[in-house]
């Protein structure tokens, strides 16, 4: 597997999101994990806007948490492998069912080990902001996305039934 590394997201990143950001609609998925509202808004410095906001705990908005999203980009060739949000802290939503962590890969790369390497990136991150465990969660239905989580410690803490009918399992990990 290639080195891939963390960044913040920059203007200079703007073609390689918006290329990231077709691959996931040209296969059918409008959600992107881990991007913070990415295909939510109006344009590319609307969103870096946002993660600007998002990471003030001055201007977030009360319902958020301060959060940081960072663009996984592989090392030799500068592609964007995939997206994670590290939330800072837990509100009651985030304690009840998203957790610290919310990461994605483009579909071209997924089951490349990408995510896992990502995870424990993010995982690194965390540390630095000083937490000692984090929580992470995925439907149960989403067995690489339990696997990446069990591959960098997560433990099980309970599964529950979603509003929308998925089983959703909660997982921790020690730093």
């Not at 962590?101 to 990502?118: D, F, L, M, N, Q």
């Not at 979603?162 to 730093?175: E, P, S, T």
Request: aromatic share 8%; charged share 25%.
């Amino acid at each position: 597997m290639e080195t891939i590394q963390l960044v913040h997201p920059a203007k200079k990143h703007e073609a390689a999101v918006l290329d990231y950001i077709e691959e996931h609609f040209s296969n059918g998925e409008n959600f992107l994990h881990g991007s913070s509202l990415l295909t939510e808004m109006e344009s590319y410095d609307a969103w870096l806007e946002h993660l600007a906001k998002q990471s003030d705990k001055t201007s977030v908005s009360s319902d958020w948490v301060v959060s940081t999203t960072l663009l996984a980009i592989r090392k030799n060739d500068q592609k964007i492998l995939g997206t994670i949000d590290i939330r800072h802290e837990l509100n009651d939503f985030l304690q009840a069912f998203g957790g610290h962590i919310g990461c994605g890969v483009r579909p071209s790369e997924r089951r490349k080990g990408y995510a896992t390497e990502i995870l424990r990136l993010g995982l690194a991150y965390c540390q630095t902001l000083g937490l000692e465990k984090v929580m992470v969660a995925c439907y149960k239905e989403n067995s690489p996305s339990a696997q990446m989580i069990q591959k960098n410690g997560g433990v099980l803490e309970r599964e529950f039934t979603h509003v929308d009918g998925k089983m959703v399992q909660v997982y921790w990990i020690n730093l």
